[in-house]
């Protein structure tokens, strides 16, 4: 294998011999060339830019629940601190005694009442043959002063039923809506969770329960908060973990969350929705946020570096059929190095890594080479002749 060697080292040499000879010469191509020291090609890529906070998880949700003196006294709790609860949980119970005994008062007064429409409605049936039986009678002064007494009883009993049986329909009223409020002496949960909290001493909230699923809780600066809009995806990942969840800012509040003061930066409180339940997550973990303030699918993009800015027009340069080319291009989203391309540039166009320099035209370039790059198994396979005859071309190209 010296053979190679020697042939690589006088390949070299002739090689820099060639190119500084080229250098020097007057009217040379080489001298009216660019140097371009590095390629790259556009490409095809989704874009973000994010910003990076902490947050805290903490329930998703939480239910209060009161205790109301109105409703009666206390009877007692059907759950303990920390018990799983589902919704419609019966929590506690109100005494229901002056509910029942209100009832029981109500129902033997229209008992009662009913006792005495019973009585008017048999008068009334007894009168009204009365004055069936007068009517077939022989007509005489007599008979006709009867008639006309039984006329005014019937008239004044059926007065007195409709009375009666209007009272009747008073207290069934009452009476159906102490029944109604007998299923509400109980207060139920609204929710499936855990029993956070339960005041014994019957002080409200007295009972306060929590949601198992997590919501993530940060702070933003006075910058920040004008920057983050709810509905934008986040990234939570757990410290000392590389687990990482989807989420969406819920809500950024407009009011500081301390009093504010002149000399000191507000700090405004946002939370985060979880797309996926995290199991066996404790509530106060705190994690890492990565939030996704603007995205661009598909965008194609180049380094940031390798746009020239002339005013506000921008130009890269661009390999065309063996020659430089400038090209102007439109930008968009810049993240970090790299910048997207709205128009102008496809993807797998080549271009300098930077800007280049020069007037007019499209000139040829040179680039450096790139021996670190070469490999054994590039030229191990080729016959000396064939090597020997692709060297000399690429001298005798210049």
């Given at each position: 294998m010296k053979w190679i060697s020697k042939i690589i080292i006088g390949a070299a040499i002739l090689f820099v011999a060639v190119n500084l000879y080229l250098l020097f010469k007057e009217?040379?191509?080489?001298?009216?060339?660019?140097?371009?020291?590095?390629?790259?090609?556009?490409?095809?890529?989704?874009?973000?830019?994010?910003?990076?906070?902490?947050?805290?998880?903490?329930?998703?949700?939480?239910?209060?629940?009161?205790?109301?003196?109105?409703?009666?006294?206390?009877?007692?709790?059907?759950?303990?601190?920390?018990?799983?609860?589902?919704?419609?949980?019966?929590?506690?119970?109100?005494?229901?005694?002056?509910?029942?005994?209100?009832?029981?008062?109500?129902?033997?007064?229209?008992?009662?009442?009913?006792?005495?429409?019973?009585?008017?409605?048999?008068?009334?049936?007894?009168?009204?043959?009365?004055?069936?039986?007068?009517?077939?009678?022989?007509?005489?002064?007599?008979?006709?002063?009867?008639?006309?007494?039984?006329?005014?009883?019937?008239?004044?009993?059926?007065?007195?039923?409709?009375?009666?049986?209007?009272?009747i329909e008073k207290y069934d009223e009452q009476i159906a809506s102490l029944d109604r409020k007998l299923p509400q002496l109980e207060e139920i949960s609204d929710m499936n969770g855990v029993v956070k909290n339960i005041n014994h001493d019957l002080s409200n909230p007295v009972i306060t329960i929590i949601s198992k699923e997590s919501m993530v809780k940060g702070m933003l600066s006075e910058k920040e908060q004008s920057k983050i809009k709810p509905g934008m995806e986040v990234t939570v990942s757990l410290k000392g973990s590389n687990k990482s969840y989807k989420g969406s800012i819920q809500e950024v509040s407009h009011f500081p969350e301390n009093e504010p003061k002149v000399k000191k930066e507000s700090q405004y409180p946002f939370t985060i929705v979880l797309d996926k339940r995290i199991d066996n997550l404790a509530h106060g973990t705190h994690v890492n946020v990565k939030i996704v303030r603007k995205e661009v699918l598909d965008a194609i993009t180049v380094p940031y570096d390798s746009i020239k800015k002339s005013g506000k027009t921008k130009?890269?340069?661009?390999?065309?059929?063996?020659?430089?080319?400038?090209?102007?291009?439109?930008?968009?989203?810049?993240?970090?190095?790299?910048?997207?391309?709205?128009?102008?540039?496809?993807?797998?166009?080549?271009?300098?890594?930077?800007?280049?320099?020069?007037?007019?035209?499209?000139?040829?370039?040179?680039?450096?080479?790139?021996?670190?790059?070469?490999?054994?198994?590039?030229?191990?396979?080729?016959?000396?002749?064939?090597?020997?005859?692709?060297?000399?071309?690429?001298?005798?190209?210049?």
């Open positions: 009217n040379s191509k080489v001298a009216r060339s660019l140097y371009v020291p590095e390629w790259t090609t556009a490409k095809e890529q989704n874009i973000q830019k994010t910003m990076k906070t902490e947050g805290v998880t903490t329930p998703l949700e939480e239910q209060s629940i009161y205790y109301d003196e109105r409703k009666g006294s206390f009877e007692g709790f059907m759950v303990k601190k920390g018990e799983e609860v589902t919704s419609g949980k019966t929590l506690f119970y109100y005494s229901t005694e002056s509910y029942e005994d209100a009832i029981a008062v109500l129902k033997s007064e229209r008992d009662s009442l009913e006792n005495q429409l019973e009585a008017l409605e048999d008068k009334w049936d007894d009168l009204n043959d009365i004055n069936y039986d007068t009517t077939r009678s022989v007509l005489d002064d007599e008979l006709l002063i009867n008639d006309y007494s039984v006329e005014i009883d019937l008239y004044q009993t059926e007065v007195e039923i409709n009375r009666l049986e209007s009272e130009h890269v340069y661009v390999l065309e059929n063996g020659k430089v080319q400038k090209k102007k291009v439109t930008t968009g989203l810049h993240v970090n190095s790299v910048q997207q391309i709205k128009k102008g540039l496809k993807e797998g166009e080549v271009l300098s890594m930077e800007p280049l320099s020069y007037s007019k035209g499209t000139p040829t370039f040179y680039t450096p080479l790139q021996v670190k790059k070469w490999e054994k198994d590039m030229y191990q396979n080729i016959r000396k002749k064939e090597m020997l005859k692709q060297l000399g071309k690429g001298f005798l190209s210049f």
